[in-house]
């Protein structure tokens, strides 16, 4: 693991105990107390549950995201402030996994109506190699492949179950499970009834937003399935191996640049591998991330001859995303895939 980043367990125990000290004045809000000016007061740990938060809980909710637009959320420090605003949540909606130090402040912060998408759905372990034939080398899981700072195909089989990557309840699931509009749509409904439960004054409302946004992901997935039916290729590259539970919903096979640090150049033999999978499967592109350096994308396709192009993992939003909001940039993601697979 990447010990960048992780914050130790110490560190944030320490902040956390700043954070309540700051607020031994201020008792946590109940959610019948109405929150922030009458609204439920909502922290969100990055967009994907952002998004979710606010459109579900509309005008009665005031989402906080711990995530600031264009900051990586695996990267993600905690200030004692924003642990203290943990604590004085009516509400906190997160995504166990993804981030550590997120998930050791919520565990501390005594807040009651704490919700974990992860529990909303069903995950699954997913290697760099992910379709809905092949999943690849069970028990990576990774949702940064890079981050092992090995390289090459050894990489993967050194990293099994024990590797110490732990995402969600069972140890090496992959986390991304908004990047597949089916699972989103399952959490969304998870959060719509836990919102109910918290504010039940507004559980009306809270109801028709979720329907609404479910037709919404529903809708979506029904572009996916049709757009991405019948293609030339089922193989992608990417250098974020995010993309499983897309892979796998919609019959396709990512290929992740698994070992390799996104900063980092790609290995020799990493990529003549790459080359070879590209030339059998006719695969066209290597898609990189709007919150990463497009480096290694451009290295691998200058030494492959493939195209470039963005697939975005929707950790969050900025002036650079292809959308103002989750589902423009997954339409844009789509787009992206049927021109990357020779879409019919």
Not at 111 to 133: C, F, I, Q, R, Y
Not at 153 to 179: F, Q, R, Y
Not at 300 to 315: F, I, S
């Amino acid at each position: 693991m990447n010990v960048r980043r992780l914050i130790p367990a110490t560190a944030v125990a320490g902040a956390v105990a700043l954070g309540l000290t700051a607020l031994s004045a201020c008792s946590t809000s109940d959610a019948a107390d109405g929150g922030d000016g009458g609204k439920l007061k909502v922290t969100a740990s990055f967009y994907p549950m952002q998004f979710l938060a606010e459109r579900i809980g509309g005008e009665h909710v005031a989402v906080t995201s711990l995530t600031k637009p264009g900051v990586e959320p695996h990267d993600l420090e905690l200030t004692p402030r924003q642990i203290g605003s943990i604590s004085e949540s009516d509400y906190v909606l997160y995504l166990k996994g993804i981030q550590p130090a997120v998930d050791d402040a919520i565990k501390q912060s005594g807040v009651k109506n704490t919700v974990d998408a992860a529990t909303l759905t069903t995950l699954e372990n997913h290697g760099s190699e992910v379709s809905g034939h092949d999943h690849g080398h069970e028990g990576e899981g990774e949702e940064h492949a890079d981050e092992h700072g090995h390289e090459g195909e050894e990489a993967h089989e050194e990293h099994s179950e024990g590797d110490g990557h732990n995402h969600g309840e069972e140890g090496g699931a992959d986390p991304h499970i908004w990047l597949d509009p089916v699972k989103y749509a399952e959490v969304a409904k998870g959060v719509g009834k836990s919102l109910e439960k918290a504010d039940p004054d507004h559980a009306a409302d809270y109801e028709k937003n979720t329907e609404t946004l479910v037709a919404e992901l529903d809708k979506l997935n029904t572009a996916y399935e049709s757009g991405l039916k019948n293609t030339a290729t089922k193989t992608f590259i990417t250098t974020h191996s995010a993309f499983g539970y897309l892979a796998e919903r919609y019959g396709l096979t990512q290929q992740g640049i698994a070992g390799i640090d996104p900063e980092a150049e790609p290995s020799p033999a990493r990529i003549q591998e790459i080359h070879t999978i590209a030339e059998k499967e006719k695969a066209t592109t290597v898609f990189f991330e709007t919150l990463a350096s497009d480096r290694t994308a451009k290295t691998l396709a200058k030494d492959t001859g493939l195209k470039t192009g963005v697939l975005d993992p929707l950790e969050g939003i900025t002036d650079k995303s292809r959308g103002a909001d989750y589902i423009e940039v997954m339409e844009s993601n789509l787009t992206a895939l049927q021109k990357a697979l020779g879409a019919k």
